[in-house]
Protein backbone atom coordinates (compact mmCIF):
# COMPACT_ATOMS: atom_id res chain seq x y z
CA UNK A 1 0.00 0.00 0.00
CA UNK A 2 1.39 3.22 -0.72
CA UNK A 3 2.03 5.84 1.48
CA UNK A 4 -0.36 8.71 1.67
CA UNK A 5 0.14 12.05 2.52
CA UNK A 6 -2.66 14.97 2.61
CA UNK A 7 -1.12 18.17 3.61
CA UNK A 8 2.40 19.08 3.35
CA UNK A 9 5.52 21.42 3.11
CA UNK A 10 7.13 20.89 -0.93
CA UNK A 11 10.48 22.26 -1.77
CA UNK A 12 10.93 23.98 -4.53
CA UNK A 13 14.07 25.77 -5.94
CA UNK A 14 14.62 28.89 -6.77
CA UNK A 15 14.06 28.83 -10.54
CA UNK A 16 10.59 27.69 -9.63
CA UNK A 17 9.45 31.20 -9.97
CA UNK A 18 10.75 30.86 -13.98
CA UNK A 19 8.83 27.56 -14.24
CA UNK A 20 5.88 28.42 -16.99
CA UNK A 21 4.35 24.90 -15.24
CA UNK A 22 4.64 26.13 -11.33
CA UNK A 23 1.18 26.87 -11.27
CA UNK A 24 0.13 23.15 -13.13
CA UNK A 25 2.35 20.87 -11.92
CA UNK A 26 5.30 20.51 -9.07
CA UNK A 27 8.33 17.85 -9.81
CA UNK A 28 9.59 14.91 -7.48
CA UNK A 29 12.65 12.85 -7.39
CA UNK A 30 11.65 9.03 -8.78
CA UNK A 31 12.66 7.59 -5.42
CA UNK A 32 8.78 8.74 -4.63
CA UNK A 33 6.90 7.13 -6.65
CA UNK A 34 5.32 4.72 -3.93
CA UNK A 35 4.11 8.16 -2.07
CA UNK A 36 0.19 8.78 -2.93
CA UNK A 37 -0.88 12.34 -2.45
CA UNK A 38 -4.76 12.57 -2.69
CA UNK A 39 -6.78 14.35 -5.34
CA UNK A 40 -7.98 17.54 -3.30
CA UNK A 41 -4.56 17.22 -1.16
CA UNK A 42 -3.04 20.68 -0.24
CA UNK A 43 0.85 21.40 -0.59
CA UNK A 44 2.07 24.51 0.50
CA UNK A 45 4.95 25.75 -2.11
CA UNK A 46 8.69 26.76 0.13
CA UNK A 47 11.64 28.05 -2.05
CA UNK A 48 14.46 26.93 -0.29
CA UNK A 49 16.84 29.28 -1.27
CA UNK A 50 14.84 31.93 -0.39
CA UNK A 51 13.67 30.09 3.14
CA UNK A 52 9.55 31.19 2.73
CA UNK A 53 6.36 29.42 1.99
CA UNK A 54 4.84 31.38 -1.24
CA UNK A 55 2.22 29.62 -2.33
CA UNK A 56 -0.97 27.11 -1.93
CA UNK A 57 -2.25 24.40 -3.82
CA UNK A 58 -4.01 21.72 -4.54
CA UNK A 59 -3.36 18.26 -5.93
CA UNK A 60 -5.19 17.44 -8.99
CA UNK A 61 -3.99 14.02 -10.26
CA UNK A 62 -1.72 11.27 -9.91
CA UNK A 63 1.84 11.31 -10.83
CA UNK A 64 2.85 11.28 -14.36
CA UNK A 65 6.69 11.01 -15.90
CA UNK A 66 8.17 13.90 -17.46
CA UNK A 67 11.44 12.17 -18.95
CA UNK A 68 12.96 15.68 -19.90
CA UNK A 69 13.14 16.37 -16.23
CA UNK A 70 15.95 14.43 -15.50
CA UNK A 71 16.14 15.32 -11.55
CA UNK A 72 12.31 15.45 -11.11
CA UNK A 73 10.38 13.21 -13.55
CA UNK A 74 8.14 12.73 -11.45
CA UNK A 75 4.91 15.53 -11.45
CA UNK A 76 2.16 16.14 -10.04
CA UNK A 77 -0.68 17.83 -11.29
CA UNK A 78 -1.58 20.97 -9.16
CA UNK A 79 -3.94 23.70 -9.13
CA UNK A 80 -3.22 27.40 -7.73
CA UNK A 81 -5.12 28.56 -4.35
CA UNK A 82 -2.93 31.14 -3.86
CA UNK A 83 0.67 32.69 -4.89
CA UNK A 84 2.38 35.80 -3.59
CA UNK A 85 2.99 38.54 -5.76
CA UNK A 86 6.87 39.74 -6.18
CA UNK A 87 5.80 43.09 -3.82
CA UNK A 88 3.83 40.59 -1.28
CA UNK A 89 5.32 39.48 1.87
CA UNK A 90 5.77 35.36 2.37
CA UNK A 91 6.07 33.18 4.97
CA UNK A 92 9.48 32.93 6.92
CA UNK A 93 10.98 29.70 8.21
CA UNK A 94 10.59 31.10 11.65
CA UNK A 95 7.07 31.97 11.24
CA UNK A 96 6.95 28.44 9.93
CA UNK A 97 8.49 27.11 13.15
CA UNK A 98 5.99 28.88 15.27
CA UNK A 99 3.23 26.46 14.15
CA UNK A 100 5.41 23.66 13.09
CA UNK A 101 7.54 23.33 15.70
CA UNK A 102 10.80 21.39 14.13
CA UNK A 103 10.39 22.04 10.64
CA UNK A 104 13.97 22.43 9.15
CA UNK A 105 14.19 21.55 5.42
CA UNK A 106 16.25 18.79 4.14
CA UNK A 107 17.69 18.69 0.59
CA UNK A 108 17.89 15.39 1.18
CA UNK A 109 13.34 14.73 1.05
CA UNK A 110 11.06 16.96 -1.17
CA UNK A 111 8.29 17.66 1.52
CA UNK A 112 7.69 18.30 5.06
CA UNK A 113 3.99 16.49 6.29
CA UNK A 114 2.17 18.75 8.48
CA UNK A 115 -1.43 18.42 9.83
CA UNK A 116 -4.58 19.95 8.79
CA UNK A 117 -4.76 22.45 11.09
CA UNK A 118 -1.12 23.55 10.40
CA UNK A 119 -1.98 23.89 6.64
CA UNK A 120 -4.93 26.01 7.53
CA UNK A 121 -2.91 28.56 9.87
CA UNK A 122 -0.08 28.76 7.34
CA UNK A 123 -2.57 29.00 4.63
CA UNK A 124 -4.14 31.88 6.45
CA UNK A 125 -0.90 33.76 7.26
CA UNK A 126 0.22 33.98 3.65
CA UNK A 127 -3.15 34.88 2.11
CA UNK A 128 -3.57 37.71 4.97
CA UNK A 129 0.47 38.88 5.11
Known amino acids: MKEQHNFIIKYVYEDWFEREDKDYEVGF ?7 HFPVGGKMLI ?3 GYKIIVGAY ?3 GTFF ?3 SESQHPLRLPIKKIYRIEEDRPA ?3 NQIRKVVPGFKPNELVSYWD ?5 YNKLENMLINA
Open 29 to 35: NKKYKDV
Open 46 to 48: YVV
Open 58 to 60: YVT
Open 65 to 67: RNM
Open 91 to 93: ISS
Open 114 to 118: ITEDQ
